[in-house]
């Protein structure tokens, strides 16, 4: 059974950072491209980051590159996501998950495959 289980949330305050987690199970995260997707209180879902697993290259959405890293740790299946310099705007409910296509940066729920259940980022002064 895949799993996906994402953690690290919490409130902070602008120009702090978090790092958020996402263990998988059921499969192996080296053999799948990964994103983290979240969706601000009152927005629609939003590609954030991804890696790739031809290469482990990273792609970031505009507003959160120079901000936020991508990395693996393969020997314990998870993906992280390093946050820093956090804004308000950066408020959201994250999610790794698996995107259907190679390659996809889509924004659209219907495009994934597995999710977690997310984790909550609030960023407040």
């Known amino acids: 059974e895949v799993r996906l289980l994402e953690s690290g949330g919490g409130l902070v305050q602008p120009g702090e950072s978090l790092r958020l987690s996402c263990e998988a199970s059921?499969?192996?995260?080296?053999?799948?491209?990964m994103n983290w997707v979240r969706q601000g209180p009152g927005k629609g879902f939003e590609w954030v980051a991804s890696?790739?697993?031809?290469?482990?290259?990273?792609s970031y959405a505009a507003s959160v590159k120079g901000r936020f890293t991508v990395s693996r740790d393969n020997a314990k299946n998870t993906l992280y996501l390093q946050m820093n310099n956090l804004k308000t705007e950066d408020t959201a409910l994250y999610y790794c998950a698996t995107p259907r296509s190679r390659g996809s940066r889509s924004s659209d729920r219907n495009d994934y495959v597995y999710w977690g259940q997310g984790t909550q980022v609030t960023v407040s002064s």
């Open positions: 059921g499969f192996l995260l080296s053999n799948s491209d």
């Open positions: 890696m790739y697993n031809r290469d482990g290259g990273t």
